[in-house]
């Protein structure tokens, strides 16, 4: 993939945005359906929920201050949990054809188990709160990273490795020069997939609990409140769009030195 | 002398897997009877497996499991039907793909389930709702990976057909459609997962009488509830090993030539 894009260029192609936000704005009006309310009127009831605030709080209102920072926090620890629990059993089991074999059927009866349907469970083991939102989070999203940490372990040049060898570096060396930079492509891949699945999870968790973004979201459906209903999606929607524009820039800076394409 | 089968018992992956499932289980079942975790807060592992293994018998359960495995089929077969073509349409023309990429990316970080309670008002049958969910989160990594094959078919073999005399659509059903095949199947199998949870959530989330889902919330109401609700997990996971290890079967099969095949 080529980077380099001229700015207006980039722009340009974004004709599509207005054109498709005016037809939905048209349709909707001429619809006047009260389960498609207008992107204007979505806009605008946003504005009133959350963003009412000072500018000095970025406009954020006491609602979005005491529910977006908490659904942001246990999204980001679950994924770092499921981030280091991910490479290292991954990347253990990678290296290790035995402890491959005694644990690949746990580990794929893991990654085929539904997570929303382990919320009962995690209901019943912690009760409602940030721990049962917290392992639902990483239960779920630790496998794409666990698995492609697992693959980039096991594809590495053994050269690499013999070379290591050579040269007197101890296990401990060999995994931080090695092993772990061989694999990095692989397990950013699966960082990003897992980035998007615990933004769902984070929402499903949510439902079951009192705040959060997922709460308002659920709180908006049982009042009826369509704008309300459609005005979380469309948060959550930035969020995840948000979520991977940032994780796409932290993995270009990590992974300078390696050219792959995506 | 020992027979040459258990000369080497670690090595078989059929051994280890299976003394590893039940060093699990072991392990479990010990921290439940020497009182490391409550016995009311989580089941023993032994009580899970026999209230799993009865409801293998259990009519109710099978209809609920028949359900949500209808929805699932028949969405997943409506999503191939649109998210093929799609692809396709996309991967081909670059004026289409050029046009739609900004509405593509920033409709695809919307959080599947996030749709639900919406999807709730809007769709007044189950099924229908469980069917949307499940195209609209689906579509993507069927989309995507068909328009990433269609970007690795070789031109060599484009040029030459196009040399023959062949037209855009002959190019497309000759070359391009059978060259990234083994793509469009990968994403299939990663939308059926996708698709199976996306069933399971929805029956979850927006109640609902039938499927998995419905019977779990139903179970968390009676007295043994968590045990229940447990086995009906092991269940669902079980299903989706076997749906998983089906697909990568017909893969294997249908595409052996293809060097990147399902791992």
Redo the contacts between chains.
């Keep these: 993939m080529t980077m380099i894009r001229h700015v207006p260029a980039r722009l340009a192609?974004?004709?599509?945005?207005p054109v498709?936000l005016l037809v939905w704005e048209l349709a909707t009006r001429a619809m006047e359906h009260p389960?498609f309310p207008p992107p204007s009127v979505i806009v605008v009831h946003m504005r009133d929920l959350w963003f009412t605030g000072s500018p000095a709080r970025l406009w954020l209102n006491d609602t979005a201050l005491a529910n977006f920072p908490q659904s942001l926090g246990r999204l980001l620890a679950g994924w770092v949990l499921a981030g280091v629990g991910g490479v290292v059993i991954g990347v253990a089991i990678g290296r290790s054809p035995?402890l491959y074999?005694?644990?690949?059927?746990?580990i794929?009866?893991?990654?085929?188990?539904?997570?929303?349907?382990?919320?009962?469970?995690f209901l019943?083991?912690f009760s409602t709160g940030t721990r049962m939102q917290i392992a639902t989070i990483t239960f779920g999203i630790v496998w794409p990273v666990l698995f492609n940490a697992a693959?980039g372990a096991r594809s590495i040049e053994p050269l690499h490795l013999e070379t290591a060898r050579v040269f007197g570096l101890t296990r401990g060396q060999r995994l931080l020069r090695i092993v772990l930079p061989s694999a990095a492509p692989k397990i950013f891949a699966g960082l990003r997939l897992s980035l998007?699945l615990a933004?769902?999870l984070?929402?499903?968790a949510e439902?079951f609990s009192t705040e959060g973004i997922?709460f308002q979201?659920?709180a908006?459906?049982r009042a009826f409140d369509?704008p309300g209903?459609?005005g979380?999606?469309v948060l959550?929607?930035i969020?995840?769009?948000v979520?991977?524009q940032a994780f796409l820039l932290l993995e270009k800076r990590v992974l300078t030195w390696h050219d792959a394409k995506m | 002398m020992i027979p040459r089968l258990f000369s080497r018992p670690f090595d078989s992956a059929l051994f280890c897997g299976f003394l590893g499932v039940a060093g699990l289980l072991l392990l479990a079942e010990a921290a439940g009877r020497l009182g490391l975790v409550s016995t009311v807060q989580f089941p023993l592992a032994s009580t899970v497996l026999v209230t799993a293994a009865g409801l293998a018998a259990d009519q109710e359960f099978l209809v609920d499991v028949g359900a949500t495995f209808a929805a699932w089929a028949l969405g997943l077969s409506l999503t191939v039907a649109f998210a093929v073509p799609a692809g396709l349409l996309l991967g081909s023309v670059p004026a289409v793909e050029r046009a739609l990429r900004p509405v593509i990316e920033f409709l695809r970080p919307i959080p599947s389930v996030a749709l639900i309670p919406l999807a709730a008002f809007v769709f007044t049958e189950r099924l229908d709702m469980k069917i949307a969910m499940i195209m609209y989160a689906s579509t993507w990594p069927i989309l995507i990976n068909t328009m990433y094959g269609l970007r690795e078919v070789d031109p060599l073999a484009k040029e030459t057909l196009r040399a023959f005399g062949f037209g855009r659509t002959a190019v497309l059903l000759r070359v391009s459609l059978p060259s990234t095949a083994p793509f469009i199947a990968t994403g299939v199998r990663v939308a059926a997962t996708i698709a199976l949870i996306l069933a399971i959530s929805t029956e979850l989330l927006a109640g609902g009488s039938d499927g998995i889902g419905a019977f779990i919330i139903l179970a968390g109401s009676s007295p043994d509830g968590l045990t229940l609700t447990v086995a009906a997990t092991v269940w669902a996971g079980l299903l989706g090993i076997a749906t998983n290890g089906a697909f990568v079967r017909v893969e294997r099969r249908l595409f052996h030539w293809h060097p990147g095949t399902a791992t």
Excluded: E, K
């Excluded at chain 1, 192609?13 to 945005?17: A, K, P």
């Excluded at chain 1, 794929?108 to 469970?121: C, D, I, S, V």
């Design positions: 192609r974004l004709w599509v945005v498709v389960f035995l074999r005694f644990l690949d059927p746990i794929q009866f893991g990654r085929a188990l539904p997570a929303p349907a382990l919320l009962p469970m019943a083991l693959d998007s933004l769902i984070m929402v499903i439902f997922g979201l659920r908006a459906q369509l209903v459609w979380a999606i959550l929607g969020l995840g769009y979520l991977n």
